[in-house]
């Protein structure tokens, strides 16, 4: 039994307090049971309304025990830098990468980093590589040979087909499909219900099917509307 705290406390944090109960109910001699302390955040005077209730911030880390954290935020940017913080201020504390029972996939050919979550429902194939701290949401299909880079967010019903490569911080919207051998760049957002067939250059937005690059004037909400929630 090990005890985990989740960093976030919005509908993604809850969405990985669930996971977190599957895997425990599921747990045999080859997995982890995970006991779930509670939420923390960076700044309490941020939490909204469609907040969980926390623990408290960061500091609450200093005078209680936990054996891992998990992030519960889906905004790619926000992950790598809180994951940064974390790491260097609290290097004792492990980052276990989180998958789903029900998840389907080729165990033995893939690579999964410290800190990643794969959610219920998604089917990755083989050879795939899911890089730190990347969450990738329910129901995904992820093709042989793909990178899932560092801190990347796939919203539920993603599609990545053979060979694809996201870049670190890539944001890729709910229902979007990226096809076959293309690039995606460091920090890219790939539209709801976008379908891109070419590469993607590093901090695009890309929308419509066949997507197309929106020009900065034009990004905001490109990419589904979240709520604002306490980091």
């Not at 979550?117 to 793909?146: D, K, L, Q, Y």
Request: proline share 4%.
């Amino acid at each position: 039994m090990k005890r985990i705290a989740i960093i976030g406390a919005g509908g993604c944090a809850r969405e990985v307090a669930w996971m977190l109960e599957d895997i425990s109910a599921a747990a045999n001699q080859a997995a982890t049971e995970y006991q779930m302390v509670g939420f923390l955040v960076s700044d309490i005077s941020r939490i909204g309304p469609y907040d969980s209730a926390i623990l408290g911030d960061f500091s609450w880390l200093e005078s209680n025990h936990v054996d891992a954290l998990a992030i519960g935020i889906g905004t790619p940017a926000i992950r790598l830098k809180l994951a940064q913080e974390l790491r260097e201020k609290f290097p004792h504390v492990e980052w276990p990468a989180l998958v789903h029972p029900s998840v389907k996939w080729q165990r033995r050919t893939m690579q999964v980093g410290e800190g990643v979550i794969i959610s219920a429902g998604t089917i990755a194939t083989v050879n795939v590589r899911f890089e730190p701290f990347c969450i990738v949401h329910a129901s995904c299909t992820i093709g042989h040979e793909a990178v899932i880079g560092r801190g990347c967010v796939l919203n539920p019903m993603v599609s990545i087909s053979g060979g694809v490569k996201l870049g670190s911080g890539v944001l890729v919207g709910t229902g979007a499909q990226i096809l076959q051998y293309l690039n995606i760049g460091d920090g890219a957002r790939i539209g709801a219900g976008a379908v891109v067939t070419k590469d993607v250059q590093a901090e695009a937005t890309m929308v419509g099917v066949p997507a197309k690059e929106l020009t900065k004037s034009a990004t905001v909400n490109a990419v589904a509307p979240t709520v604002p929630t306490a980091a």
